[in-house]
C-alpha cells in the first residue's frame, strides 16, 4: 500500500489515437441504428457543477457501497454528487437514498460522457464492483466516461472490485474491449478488490500492481442498520403497520426464477393452512418486463391469494384480508425485510439485507459462481448461517418451525451476527488505499 499521495494517472498519446479510431466506428455504428445512441438523459445545470460521479450497476450496489460513498461524500462536501446508471427506472430509488444527487442515465455513448463532463467536470470517478474492464458484467459502463474523467484531470477508483468474465455482448463491445482493456485498468489510481484471485486477474490484465490492494467486501460493512427506520423509507405507514401487527411477515426477495416463484408460492400456501393471517411480500425481478409480471399474476390467481401490487396502492397498512403483498417497486425489499418474521432470498441475490435486520434466511441451491453474490453465500453457508432447501415442502416445513418455535433460531443468529462482525473492514481498506493514492481525498 501506498505510504503516501501520488499524481492522478493521465492518458498517453496511444490511447488518444486509439480512441479517436474507435469514435469513428461508434460514428459509422450510430449511422447503422447504434442501441447505445440517443439515451442520455441529464438535467443541465446553470452552469458547470465540480463533481464527484459514481457508477453502480444496480440499486443493491449502491446500497452495499453506501458506508464508504457516505465517508467520501462527507469529505468532498463540495462537489455534486452524480449518479450514473444504464437503467431508467433506477432514477427515483437513487434519488430516495441522494436526494441532492444528479442521476446521469446512460448506455455509455461517447458523446454522453462528453457533454456529461462538460456540465459536470468531475474531481473523482468512483466505479463500484463492477465493470472492472469494459463490457464485463450486466451493466454499461463504457471506457468513454473513464477517458473523459481522466481528460478533465480527475482521479479514479474501483472499490468492490469484481469479475465476472462476460463474453462481450456486441461487436463494438468486443472491439472497445480490446482496444482499451490494459487503458481502462491503468487509469485508475486505485483499485479495492474483493479477494486475492480478482486483483491477481486485474493485475494480468494491465492494472498497475502497486495501485491495486485486496479490501474484502464493502457488504459486509453494509450489514449494520443501527439507525434504520420505517420513517426513512418509501413506505413508512405501511412498515409501521406490518412492525406494530403480530402478523406473521414471510419476506421472499428478489425472486427472479418462475420455478423458484413457485415453489415459494406453494410453501407460502401450506403456511396459510396453519396461519391463516401470514403474508407474503414477494419481491419479484425486473418488474418493469410486463410478460414477467403477467406470469406471476396468474401463479398467484392459480393458487387463490388475495393480492395488492405495491405499485397501484398509496402507502398505508395493509389490510389482514391481503395475503400477499407483490413489491414491484424499485429500491423497497431491503426496507421491507426489516418487517419479516422470516426471509427468503432468491437465487444468486444480496443474503446480507435481511441477516442484516437479525432475521433468519432460506435459500435454494445452485447459485452462479461468477456472480459477486456467491461468495458470499459460500462462505455464509459453510458458516451455518443460511437454511438451504430444495423443495416447497421442505421451505414450508422451515417457514412454520421459525414461525412457531423462534428460540430455537435464536442461537442461530447470535452465531451469525458475531461470524458477519468478524467479516467488517472493507471500508476502513478503501478509505485507506484511497487516501493514500489520491490527492483529492488527501487534501479533503
Not at 10 to 15: F, Y
Not at 88 to 104: D, F, G, Q, T
Not at 224 to 253: C, F, Y
Request: proline residues 6%; glycine residues 4%; aromatic residues 8%.
Amino acid at each position: 500500500m501506498n505510504t503516501k499521495t501520488s499524481q492522478p494517472t493521465t492518458i498517453g498519446p496511444l490511447t488518444h489515437l486509439k480512441w479517436g479510431v474507435f469514435r469513428l466506428l461508434e460514428r459509422l455504428s450510430d449511422l447503422r441504428g447504434n442501441s447505445a445512441a440517443g439515451h442520455l438523459e441529464l438535467s443541465e445545470p446553470e452552469r458547470p457543477l465540480p463533481s464527484l460521479w459514481v457508477f453502480v450497476s444496480t440499486i443493491g450496489e449502491l446500497n452495499a457501497i453506501d458506508p464508504l460513498l457516505c465517508e467520501i461524500v462527507a469529505r468532498l462536501p463540495q462537489l455534486k454528487l452524480v449518479l450514473i446508471t444504464d437503467h431508467p427506472h433506477y432514477r427515483s430509488s437513487y434519488l430516495a437514498r441522494y436526494p441532492k444527487a444528479e442521476v446521469c442515465v446512460s448506455r455509455g455513448h461517447g458523446s454522453d460522457a462528453a457533454r456529461l463532463a462538460a456540465q459536470f467536470p468531475p474531481k473523482l470517478l468512483v466505479v463500484a464492483e463492477i465493470p472492472c474492464w469494459p463490457s464485463d458484467g450486466p451493466c454499461r459502463f463504457s471506457f468513454a466516461f473513464l477517458l473523459a474523467a481522466k481528460r478533465a484531470g480527475a482521479a479514479a477508483v474501483l472499490v468492490n472490485a469484481w469479475l465476472y468474465h462476460y463474453v462481450p455482448a456486441s461487436r463494438m463491445d468486443a472491439i472497445e474491449r480490446s482496444l482499451f482493456q490494459g487503458d481502462y485498468l491503468r487509469a485508475f489510481d486505485a483499485i479495492g478488490a474483493q479477494n486475492s484471485a480478482t486483483r491477481d486477474h486485474l493485475v494480468a490484465a494491465g492494472a498497475n500492481a502497486e495501485r491495486v490492494v485486496v479490501t474484502g467486501n464493502i457488504k459486509f460493512d453494509a450489514v449494520q442498520q443501527n439507525d434504520w427506520s420505517p420513517t426513512k423509507a418509501r413506505s413508512p405507514l405501511m412498515l409501521h403497520g406490518l412492525l406494530e401487527t403480530a402478523r406473521p411477515v414471510i419476506v421472499t426477495g428478489c425472486v427472479t426464477d418462475f420455478s423458484e416463484q413457485e415453489m415459494v408460492l406453494d410453501a407460502f400456501v401450506t403456511v396459510r393452512a396453519h396461519h391463516a393471517d401470514a403474508l407474503l411480500v414477494l419481491a419479484p425481478r425486473h418488474p418493469e418486463v410486463g410478460e414477467r409480471m403477467q406470469t406471476l399474476r396468474e401463479y398467484l390467481e392459480r393458487r387463490g391469494l388475495s393480492v395488492l401490487f405495491r405499485s397501484q396502492i398509496e402507502d398505508a397498512p395493509i389490510n389482514t384480508k391481503t395475503s400477499c403483498l407483490v413489491l414491484d417497486t424499485m429500491g423497497e425489499l431491503r426496507d421491507f425485510y426489516a418487517s419479516a418474521t422470516v426471509a427468503h432470498v432468491g437465487v444468486d441475490h444480496n443474503v446480507l439485507e435481511p441477516l442484516a435486520f437479525d432475521k433468519p434466511v432460506t435459500v435454494v441451491p445452485n447459485w452462479n459462481s461468477t456472480y459477486p453474490s456467491y461468495p458470499v453465500y459460500r462462505l455464509l453457508m459453510e458458516r451455518g448461517a443460511l437454511l438451504e432447501v430444495t423443495q416447497a415442502n421442505e421451505l414450508s416445513g422451515h417457514w412454520l418451525r421459525m414461525l412457531e418455535r423462534p428460540d430455537q433460531y435464536r442461537q442461530h443468529m447470535l452465531a451469525t451476527r458475531e461470524a458477519l462482525q468478524h467479516l467488517r473492514g472493507a471500508v476502513a481498506s478503501h478509505l485507506a488505499h484511497m487516501t493514500a493514492s489520491l490527492p483529492v481525498l488527501a487534501s479533503a
